[in-house]
């Protein structure tokens, strides 16, 4: 079984547009993050949810919304999409505080 | 600012061929220093994490190191399937986030 799962893995898109990137975990963990992998594959933090709280948000765009319904899932919302929105998005959960961090496949994102 | 430096970004080895990959670290109070390995198209899976100075941690050809500015990778005797990316980070202690800042990233190559 997949412990982080995040679909779609490919997303190709045009400029202007609203999509959505789902992540789910069966780790059991209580604290779930978005990163963001650029073109130099330099990984940054975009937002951290603990049991749905939000205890992270890395001075990310508004466009950038997530949403966590519950502690198992954490989905990405991205409106009017641009071109340098261009990157992998990667899911992961932890326990709070995070002594070890676990890290989906990942979700190439392409804008056109 | 927390910082992590991995260097060099490439590094090429012939099989059998043992080296070390650099991970310097600027961090206000350091929680933890974590490896990660990250093959093409992938997300980073976990290797090791060290918590103090002097401690060193072992998975099969890999070797963790930790000083209190930077911490090492060696790898003993590569063979091919040790290519891949390897990323370090670190977590800070203050505030608890479980946030992570990660290196570039050193691309091993072991040819055969």
């Known amino acids: 079984d997949t412990a982080v799962s995040q679909t779609p893995k490919y997303l190709v898109t045009q400029m202007g547009n609203d999509k959505s990137i789902k992540c789910e975990q069966n780790?059991?963990?209580?604290?779930m993050y978005w990163y963001k992998q650029d073109s130099k594959k330099f990984l940054k933090i975009m937002f951290s949810?603990?049991?749905?709280?939000?205890?992270i948000n890395e001075t990310v765009p508004n466009r950038f919304s997530p949403k966590s319904p519950d502690k198992a899932h954490l989905n990405l919302h991205i409106n009017s999409l641009e071109l340098g929105d261009s990157a992998v998005y990667f899911c992961?959960?932890?326990?709070?505080?995070?002594?070890?961090?676990?890290f989906g496949e990942g979700s190439w994102l392409t804008v056109v | 600012e927390d910082q992590v430096t991995q260097s060099p970004e490439a590094l090429r080895l012939q099989e059998g061929e043992s080296s070390s990959l650099n991970c310097s670290y600027t961090?206000?109070?350091?929680?933890?220093l974590f490896w990660y390995r990250q093959d093409p198209g992938k997300g980073p899976e976990f290797l090791f994490t060290l918590y103090s100075a002097g401690e060193e941690k072992e998975k099969e050809r890999l070797k963790a190191t930790l000083t209190k500015k930077e911490s090492f990778l060696h790898i003993t005797a590569p063979k091919p399937e040790d290519s891949a990316t390897y990323l370090c980070a670190v977590q800070a202690r203050s505030g608890n986030t479980g946030k992570l800042i990660f290196g570039q990233g050193t691309t091993l190559q072991v040819k055969p």
């Open positions: 949810y603990n049991n749905k709280e939000l205890i």
């Open positions: 992961a959960s932890s326990w709070r505080g995070g002594n070890t961090i676990y």
């Open positions: 961090v206000s109070g350091l929680r933890g």
């Open positions: 780790l059991g963990h209580d604290t």
